[in-house]
């Protein structure tokens, strides 16, 4: 087990929320749809060992406050938002490979956060903090403007019936939320493995006048992201999967 904590005000194990394999997340503010829903999934004595014992050491609690990220890290350095970051297995091989980054991770759900837990804590990993808590909240009262370097979106719930389109995440007035706490220079990147959602994350963001597309409609899969065993298990069957990197644009 690493050994080395970081000087943060995280959460205490009784506050990691409800019973195992819930959804942990306040009501949501007036004016957006939670794009995800309360559902009981399960969860191995591992990963709720660890929500119980290492919530303190790397997680952060949401409050109405903005982050200072060279406190919360403990350094100075570019800092990346993730959000939905699922069981982690593509937050740690980031992280790891990006040393010089840091990272803040959002998921709601138990499952996941106590799973990329163990993965920060079986790795040795410094750079990553995570807030167990709904997206849209943390992004406006937690991220100052100006102050990303980048933001993950990768796989998405995707909601593919019509009538559930418009629980995904990637809408307007959170795309306008999440560029203006990019810095200028800074990208977000989006992966989807569902056509539809790809047409309409690409037009979401194509219509962003903050932000550019990097390439010309979609963009090759970068070094930095690796391809998971399900990507990897649905190419091989034909499935596609499309990402997407537009950068904002520099400030007059």
């Known amino acids: ?131 167990q808590h709904d997206a849209v909240e943390v992004v406006r009262d937690m991220i100052a403007p100006d102050s990303l370097a980048g933001i993950h979106i990768y796989f998405p719930d995707p909601w593919p019936k019509s009538r559930h389109h418009k629980r995904r995440l990637i809408q307007p007035p959170f795309i306008d939320l999440l560029a203006s706490r990019l810095a200028p220079g800074g990208y977000i990147h989006c992966a989807t493995d569902w056509e539809n959602y790809a047409q309409q994350m690409l037009a979401v963001l194509g219509a962003e006048p903050r932000l550019k597309n990097s390439c010309e409609g979609y963009a090759p899969r970068p070094d930095f992201r690796p391809q998971t065993k399900f990507e990897t298990r649905g190419l091989r069957l034909g499935h596609g999967v499309w990402d997407l990197i537009f950068t904002r644009k520099e400030k007059p």
């Open 1 to 131: 087990m690493n050994t080395i904590k970081p000087t943060l005000q995280g959460q205490s194990p009784d506050s990691a929320g409800p019973a195992a394999g819930e959804a942990l997340a306040a009501h949501p503010g007036p004016g957006h749809i939670r794009s995800f829903v309360h559902r009981r999934s399960h969860i191995t004595p591992g990963q709720k060992e660890a929500l119980d014992s290492l919530m303190p050491l790397w997680a952060l609690p949401y409050r109405a406050a903005v982050l200072e990220f060279d406190k919360v890290f403990g350094r100075h350095a570019a800092t990346i938002l993730e959000i939905g970051f699922g069981m982690g297995e593509t937050t740690e091989k980031i992280a790891t490979t990006r040393s010089g980054d840091n990272f803040l991770g959002v998921e709601v759900f138990n499952a996941g956060v106590g799973a990329l837990l163990k993965r920060i804590e079986a790795c040795g990993l410094q750079n990553i903090r995570i807030i």
